[in-house]
């Protein structure tokens, strides 16, 4: 594949990098990733990975725009509110960089179809806002055998791991099964501070591009926590825990299957 | 005793456990915690009589569940 003119200009500051180059670039043209979730980490992990040229971008969210997402989701803007947030994401990335490809899903991932959604990309972003959708892409991810990004966020404070297929350790490994419907606070009931998802959403499109790229030390093994108040960032390093339902030695989760949500927190 | 807890090193009292240090570190949701030990997940059931040793590492991981 030979560059053109454009994208020689477009993707000039990447193709400087000793760590991208033409053969990074090419890489990254070629490369299929998929967002889950088109909202706080999900808008800047989708806007940056469309400007590096991304090739085929996936995201999937069930919802519409909705004023109070504004704060913090910056690829949809006020004339988007009611429209589809993937119909909005795909029209910001577009506008963005039109030679890319967006896969739009207009759906909640569940268990009956987040196989399928997975299969077909290099590497996958969690960027939903409750437990049962970031077990169930764990456990997806790891069965499937994909690379994913995980991320959570909540008032000041953010953190992220990458799982890595053969070497994990997974989400599961940390946090065995989701807490309980509304022992730990969400977004929702706890607020979140605006900024946060674009540090750990761009964070996420950092490790995604890094995997694709092949460059770097990825966070497999560490968990980045984030606390704004103190400005202060720490990796703690993950064991992988043998007897881990799904990625242990022994794994009782054979299938991906849907945890019950909180009722009050199915639409984010 | 010295032990290091996320990041900080502090005196603590000999003989202490993780259900205790949980409980002096002030945890906000101490049910649903994860703690490491040395960089070896310590299994919540064995918090109450699992003993902290001089010099040992202590990581808590909490449930972040926001993201949209």
Redesign the interface.
């Known amino acids: 594949m030979a560059f053109s003119n454009e994208q020689l200009e477009r993707y000039s500051r990447h193709m400087i990098l000793k760590e991208v180059g033409v053969k990074g670039q090419k890489r990254l043209l070629e490369s299929k990733v998929l967002i889950i979730?088109?909202?706080?980490?999900?808008a800047p992990a989708a806007l940056y990975l469309a400007a590096a040229g991304v090739g085929v971008i996936g995201i999937a969210?069930a919802d519409d725009v909705d004023l109070s997402?504004l704060q913090r989701?910056v690829i949809h803007t006020t004339p988007d509110v009611g429209k589809a947030k993937v119909r909005s994401a795909e029209e910001s990335m577009k506008a963005i960089n039109p030679e890319i490809t967006v896969h739009t899903y207009r759906t909640y991932v569940l268990a009956n179809n987040i196989g399928q959604l997975i299969a077909e990309y290099d590497f996958i972003i969690?960027?939903?806002?409750?437990?049962p959708a970031?077990f169930l892409i764990n456990d997806a991810c790891v069965l499937g055998k994909k690379p994913f990004s995980h991320?959570?966020?909540?008032r000041f404070?953010?953190?992220l791991m990458t799982y890595l297929p053969g070497q994990g350790p997974c989400y599961r490994?940390?946090?065995s099964s989701p807490?309980p419907p509304d022992?730990?606070p969400?977004?929702r009931q706890?607020g979140?501070i605006g900024a946060m998802?674009g540090v750990i959403g761009s964070l996420q499109a950092m490790e995604a591009v890094k995997y694709i790229i092949g460059q770097g030390e990825l966070l497999c093994g560490s968990?980045l926590t984030y606390d704004a108040l103190n400005m202060e960032f720490?990796k703690?390093?993950?064991?992988r825990?043998d007897s881990c339902a799904v990625c242990g030695s022994q794994p009782t989760i054979i299938a991906p299957f849907d945890y019950e949500q909180a009722a009050c927190e199915v639409k984010? | 005793m010295n032990i290091t807890v996320t990041g900080s090193t502090k005196e603590y009292p000999q003989g202490l456990t993780v259900a205790q240090l949980i409980q002096l570190e002030k945890v906000a949701t101490p049910e649903y915690v994860t703690v490491s030990i040395n960089d070896e997940f310590i299994l919540s059931a064995t918090f109450a009589e699992k003993t902290l040793n001089e010099g040992d590492h202590v990581e808590f991981m909490y449930f972040m569940g926001g993201g949209r």
């Open positions: 979730g088109a909202g706080g980490l999900g969210d997402n989701q969690d960027g939903t806002d409750n437990f970031k991320a959570g966020i909540i404070q953010g953190q490994c940390v946090f807490p022992a730990v969400t977004c706890a979140v998802g968990l720490r703690i390093k993950l064991p825990r984010g």
